[in-house]
């Protein structure tokens, strides 16, 4: 069965790093998410994207984050400066339609923890 | 700003009888819900769905129910099964034409299933 992968599993950074998290989403699907869940706390919505450009984000979607999709592939999510409130599991969530009844389907997710 | 509640962190069931898990909703533009279940270190995986035409949808053991005028859902699975311990997201979006919300996500309730 097709499924969302992500890497790295784990990711350790400094302050002020930048990070790339990578996805790749499945095959045949159009439309791309991210969400993060901070340790204790819900999963949230980040960002959705379609046809190489933003679609929705969220008010934590600051001038730090940035998404793209460098090839017909993969799927990052880059944060250019890290604070320690980043520490988070970052999901990747792909869905083939954007209209009705469309279910998105997650990855394992990304870890990251910023010292 | 918690639009979508799940008041009942946890769960605990024995093995063969039914599991209800509540969820409730103060955003009237919502207008599809979808439970995910989540084991620890993995993403969300997609269970059910339900669109706000409806009232009820029902796959193998899991039925979920939607009640819009109380803004209320709840999934239902039976009989209970250990694998089935995990913790359950409820979420909901508003979806139109050419365009959808990410997921709006409750806290999750921890479901234990007892032998």
């Known amino acids: 069965e097709p499924e969302v992968t992500q890497t790295p599993s784990h990711q350790v950074t400094q302050m002020g790093q930048e990070v790339i998290l990578r996805c790749v989403p499945i095959?045949?699907?159009?439309?791309f998410y991210w969400y993060r869940q901070i340790l204790g706390q819900k999963v949230e919505f980040l960002v959705s994207?379609?046809?190489?450009?933003?679609?929705?984000k969220s008010e934590i979607f600051d001038d730090q984050f940035s998404v793209e999709r460098p090839d017909g592939s993969n799927f990052t999510l880059k944060i250019r400066s890290t604070k320690l409130e980043d520490s988070a599991m970052y999901f990747c969530?792909?869905?083939?339609?954007?209209?009705?009844?469309?279910?998105?389907?997650f990855g394992p997710g990304t870890r990251l923890l910023v010292l | 700003d918690q639009q979508v509640k799940q008041n009942s962190p946890s769960l605990s069931v024995q093995e063969g009888r039914i599991s209800i898990l509540n969820c409730d909703y103060t955003?009237?533009?919502?207008?599809?819900f979808l439970w995910y279940k989540k084991y620890p270190a993995e993403g969300p995986t997609f269970l059910i769905s339900?669109?706000?035409?409806?009232d009820k949808n029902e796959d193998g053991r899991f039925t979920v129910f939607l009640n819009k005028s109380a803004k209320h859902l709840s999934l239902h699975i039976v009989p209970s099964q250990p694998g089935d311990s995990a913790v359950y997201f409820c979420?909901?979006?508003?979806?139109?034409?050419?365009?959808?919300?990410?997921?709006?996500f409750g806290k999750g309730t921890h479901l234990i299933i007892q032998p």
């Open positions: 095959s045949n699907h159009l439309y």
């Open positions: 969530a792909s869905s083939e339609d954007f209209g009705r009844q469309e279910t998105q389907y």
């Open positions: 979420a909901a979006t508003r979806q139109f034409e050419g365009g959808a919300d990410g997921l709006t």
């Open positions: 339900i669109s706000s035409i409806k």
């Open positions: 955003n009237s533009m919502f207008d599809y």
């Open positions: 994207f379609y046809n190489n450009e933003i679609s929705e």
